[in-house]
């Protein structure tokens, strides 16, 4: 196993519920460093770029709205294998399918609102990295 890095964000619907700390805890407890952290208001040419994606979806202007409906906390988790653990410790998209103990589980409103979003492969996790700090904001 390497030691990855991995781009998190903490969703407007767990800012509005005071959740930060909790699910920071679940990160740490689970093995994970945070690496680079700020809460941020998302414009709206924001959001649509980092989920461009999704452009063609249909849940795409609902999700772009309900992540500039609040502030966000991007983050970058550092440690052993961080893609995979971290999608381990926010458990499936649909909190309805989410494991016992994961963030979704415990916290997710919806499967929109479902207050963690975590890169998929190493190539996403760069660019998503990228998209939001400096390399001079992350400290290891
Ligand atoms: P996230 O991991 O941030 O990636 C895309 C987001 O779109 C997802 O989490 C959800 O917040 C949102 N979303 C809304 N509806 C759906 C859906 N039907 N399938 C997948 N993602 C959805």
New binding site residues.
Partial sequence: MAVERTLSIIKPDATRRNLTGKINAKFEDGGLRIVAQKRVQLSKAQAEAF?GV?RERG?FND?VSFMISGPVVLQVLEGENAIARNREIMGA?NPANAAEGTIRKEFAES??A?SV??SDAPETAAQEIAFFFAGTEIVG
């Fill in positions: 989920y999704h849940f999700l998209t499967i929109e479902n979003h975590g």
